[in-house]
């Protein structure tokens, strides 16, 4: 029993210690993500990489594509005068905030809600795409909306989305199971693990897109405003994304990726 | 370190601790049994069962657990069985772990002096008895600190249930991180809960090693 305890207490004792390391180390990574960016001129942008119409990784070319992605080029192209000055790395809804935190990238768009909550992690820029949260079934199935959602049903979500929280409040009977990201939550839904997919609708247009099996149901209820997010402190850096931004809107070239993109 | 988010979400962390206690103690026992089954086929003198084990024990420990335990949960759904995340995570995980226990199984099994067997089977024991009275008794005595490995490993790899929606310690740290925004701090807690769990097995083990050697 005294080796037992004396063992424990060595072993959390080095856990702590692994956590006193940790703590060092956030917050670490370029204070200044403007001047980081300006020194290795080009931008490092955190997208998605399963998400179809967003930021999906098309297998057939190997390459990333999206609305996202074709916004971030047209970004890079007013900030830095050349839109091939970008670098993508993918981020999940789990690891985009930190990921941004560590500097690993210096600034995320990837399908990402301006939420108060997040508001205290990051910064966020102007909205630059709204979208709401929606639910995706299988064509005939019996939930026609969220109030379908009662005891004994359950609903697919992603781990760390705002949808994941959201339906937890609009349908609170309802049992939410969360997975790694879209493609698997959707596997899910078609494997029948859950009676609904729940999250933006833009990006569940995309899936409906790849499997005509499957529908949106009951319209949106909620706003989901996605914002571009830096490292928390970065003014300079979200103004000038904002500038950027107003004058893709104002170029006609944001129009042009989102038809090209959005059909809904 | 911020122990709010330990007392927080200490609900959670308990639901979790639940599940992959469960989890862990039924992959245990499943894969031990399992194990001593597909270890007595490897070495029998049926050659049918003989590549049966070996087949098994060759394919479940040389692909990825994360594989094994989506074919149960996702593959297994499109011909109409359904398993959810805790009960497809807990068979992979008996499975996957059941391979390497054969393995340790039988090589304790080989390191008994062929002279037991022969003297069992001339004392007039069958081969099954003989096996199961004299022989693997003594295997898995000689065994039980590579035994000891595995099931660390087991309890270890049962995070593997949290790709799957299984309820684990590691699925609500998962949720947990995504709601705090904090992400080292709340696995640091999910470390010190597996600790729980790992060093009492770890001693366990030592304990039954010592205890059985003074027997011999």
Redesign the interface.
């Known amino acids: 029993m005294k080796r037992f305890l004396k063992l424990t207490l060595i072993s959390i004792l080095a856990v702590m210690m692994l956590g006193a390391c940790g703590k060092e180390k956030v917050g670490g990574g370029a204070k200044n993500v403007d001047a980081k960016i300006k020194k290795q001129d080009k931008i490092i942008f955190g997208v998605k990489n399963d998400t179809r119409l967003f930021g999906y990784k098309n297998p057939s070319t190997g390459k990333v594509e999206g609305f996202d992605i074709d916004l971030a080029h047209a970004l890079a192209k007013e900030m830095l005068g050349d839109e091939n000055k970008v670098e993508f790395k993918e981020v999940t809804s789990k690891t985009r905030i930190p990921m941004l935190n560590n500097g690993e990238v210096d600034a995320v768009i990837a399908t990402m809600t301006i939420s108060e909550e997040r508001k205290k992690e990051v910064d966020f820029t102007d909205v630059y795409f709204q979208a709401g949260q929606s639910l995706l079934v299988k064509k005939g199935s019996n939930i026609k909306g969220i109030e379908d959602l009662k005891k004994g049903t359950k609903a697919l979500a992603v781990k760390g989305s705002t949808s994941a929280i959201n339906i937890r409040e609009k349908a609170p009977e309802t049992q939410v199971l969360e997975f790694e990201n879209y493609g698997e939550a959707f596997t899910a839904l078609k494997s029948g693990k859950g009676d609904a997919l729940t999250t933006d609708d833009a990006i569940l247009y995309g899936m409906a897109d790849e499997d005509p099996d499957y529908e949106l149901v009951g319209g949106t209820f909620t706003e989901e405003p996605y914002g571009i997010a830096v490292k928390k402190g970065n003014t300079a850096l979200v103004d000038k994304l904002n500038k950027a931004l107003k004058a893709v809107k104002d170029s006609g070239k944001y129009e042009e990726i989102k038809s090209k993109w959005i059909k809904h | 370190?911020d122990f709010s988010i330990l007392t927080d979400n200490f609900g959670l962390y308990l639901e979790g601790f639940k599940n992959t206690i469960i989890a862990s103690v039924i992959a245990l026992v499943s894969s031990f049994f399992l194990g001593v089954i597909v270890a007595v086929m490897r070495i029998s003198p049926v050659k049918v069962l003989n590549w049966l084990g070996t087949g098994y024990v060759e394919f479940f420990r040389n692909i990825p657990v994360l594989i094994i335990t989506f074919f149960f949960?996702?593959g297994l759904?499109?011909i109409g069985i359904?398993l959810?995340?805790l009960k497809a995570g807990t068979t992979a995980l008996s499975i996957y772990t059941s391979a390497f226990i054969a393995e340790a199984i039988r090589a304790g099994i080989m390191s008994v002096p062929k002279g037991q067997m022969e003297a069992a089977r001339s004392s007039g024991l069958s081969y099954n008895q003989s096996m199961r009275l004299i022989i693997l008794p003594q295997a898995i005595k000689i065994v039980i600190p590579s035994l000891g490995n595995q099931f660390i490993n087991l309890v270890k790899n049962s995070s593997i249930l949290g790709?799957?929606?299984g309820l684990d310690l590691m699925?609500q740290a998962?949720?947990i991180?995504?709601?705090a925004?904090v992400?080292?701090?709340v696995y640091?807690f999910v470390?010190?809960f597996y600790?729980?769990l790992t060093?009492?097995l770890s001693?366990g083990v030592h304990y039954l090693e010592k205890r059985l050697a003074r027997s011999h």
């Open positions: 370190m949960y996702f759904a499109s359904e959810d995340g790709v799957v929606a699925y998962d949720l991180s995504a709601r925004f992400t080292f701090d640091l470390a010190m600790l729980v060093i009492p001693l």
